[in-house]
């Protein structure tokens, strides 16, 4: 079998060593920079490696169309959530299995997205699309207040914001449309949906589509900042059985994925469970992000790259090994006081290291380099990841970790 993967990135770099164990050839199309870089750790996994320019449709249906002339594509996989529509066209153009590309154009557009499921009876929150700062304003009076703000188009919370009133409004869509730092080479545009605040806990659902039906491997509690923001900072990850309320989100994300054509490969869908039931927020035709993937495998033995692979190439799942631990999580370090300035050291870091559990760390924001002034995942200083034997136990590991690591500025 020949996969191809385009623009691997954040966890989209999993699939190459997922597809080895397959015993599954790995073509991959790429920019190679920035977020696109592959690590050496990634390269070793990879057979072919296709530089591109940019990642356009143009260009990736053009290179796509090489690598399938010269050994033909059994399944294409998208590397991040930018290039979902890519690879569904890129699918479509090559004949093998992938999500329509007109719904991965609804998947990416969250104004699109809601409308899509607000048509089949979906429960989803209300909305209101717009273009200017006055657009905005007059959208939360109809919406309603407390309301939501947020890019049509983006990622990992930049730009989302509670709103409490017209002047919330107007602030939030100016600092969306003057966004100054990339993601993925990319900047908020100048649309944005305007929504109802969901009240309730905060979830994700990680797992898969397979032949148009949707299985739910894992459960991921989130532990955001305080509000106006939603910034996460922490998850702590359950197999989906464990979470009480498990079916009731199962049967509304197989209306969810029935809704929006979602027909192969994998999800992240992030939801709240309010007093109506679990309600979607809105869901990722990829892979999560934050090291959520790597502790799917590690609370249910799965890994949920070979089970998308294996379900866009048409083969069987491979069985779920033995979990190695009964939760996993993981704690971001932020300090929101220095957001647009800098920090001299992290005490209690190498404390925090040591503590039972704890197994993986990593510093982003070195001291002396400047932290983004916004309160989304590029501002996290750092993060450390952790397994525990029980719920509670995760629970209070995280708030240890929370209440000994301090940022010093």
């Known amino acids: ?5 385009v623009g691997p990135a954040s966890s989209g770099q999993l699939y190459p060593q997922a597809a080895r164990r397959l015993g599954m050839r790995v073509t991959v199309i790429t920019t190679g920079r920035d977020v696109y870089a592959l690590p050496d750790d990634v390269r070793e996994f990879i057979d072919d490696i296709r530089f591109v320019g940019t990642l356009s449709p143009a260009e990736l249906r053009a290179t796509s169309r090489q690598v399938h002339r010269e050994r033909p594509v059994h399944a294409v996989v998208a590397g991040d959530e930018f290039t979902v529509p890519a690879t569904a066209t890129i699918a479509a153009d090559l004949g093998v299995d ?4 007109a719904d991965a154009q609804v998947v990416r557009d969250k104004s699109a997205m809601r409308a899509r499921l607000h048509a089949a009876g979906v429960r989803a929150p209300a909305f209101v699309v717009a273009s200017s700062p006055a657009e905005a304003a007059d959208a939360g009076e109809t919406v309603g207040f407390p309301c939501v703000i947020k890019p ?13 009133s017209r002047e919330d409004l107007i602030d939030g869509y100016r600092r969306i449309a003057d966004e100054t730092l990339p993601v993925a080479g990319r900047l ?13 806990q905060e979830f994700s659902a990680e797992g898969y589509v397979r032949q148009g039906q949707a299985t739910i491997l894992a459960i991921t509690e989130k532990c955001l900042g305080p509000e106006p923001y939603f910034q996460q900072q922490g998850h702590i990850v359950r197999p989906a059985q464990d979470v009480p309320g ?17 027909t192969t490969g994998a999800f ?12 979607l927020i809105e869901i990722g035709a990829r892979m999560a992000g934050d090291h959520i993937a790597e502790m799917v495998e590690t609370v ?12 866009a190439a048409g083969v069987p799942c491979p069985a779920p090994a033995t979990p190695t631990a009964a939760v996993a999580g993981i704690h971001f370090v932020t300090e929101p006081r220095l957001a647009g300035g800098s920090h001299t050291g992290l005490r209690g870091w190498e404390e925090a290291l040591r503590l039972p559990g ?12 400047p932290i983004p002034d916004r309160q989304d995942m590029r501002s996290r200083i750092g993060h450390l990841m952790f397994t525990a034997a029980t719920y509670d136990d995760a629970v209070r590991l995280r708030r240890t970790l929370a209440d000994r690591i301090s940022v010093v500025g």
């Open 1 to 5: 079998m020949h996969v191809l993967l």
């Open 98 to 101: 992938g999500i329509d590309p």
């Open 152 to 164: 049509s188009g983006m990622v990992g919370t930049i730009g989302v914001r509670r709103a409490d």
């Open 188 to 200: 908020p545009d100048s649309t944005v949906v305007v929504e109802q605040y969901l009240r309730g």
């Open 246 to 262: 498990h079916e009731a989100v199962a049967d509304h994300l197989e209306q969810v994925t029935k809704a929006l054509g979602l």
């Open 268 to 279: 992240h869908a992030e939801y709240r469970v309010t007093d109506e039931g679990p309600t």
């Open 300 to 311: 249910t033995g799965l890994s949920l790259a070979q089970a998308s692979l294996a379900a």
């Open 358 to 369: 704890v197994h993986d760390a990593r510093i982003a924001i070195p001291a002396g380099r």
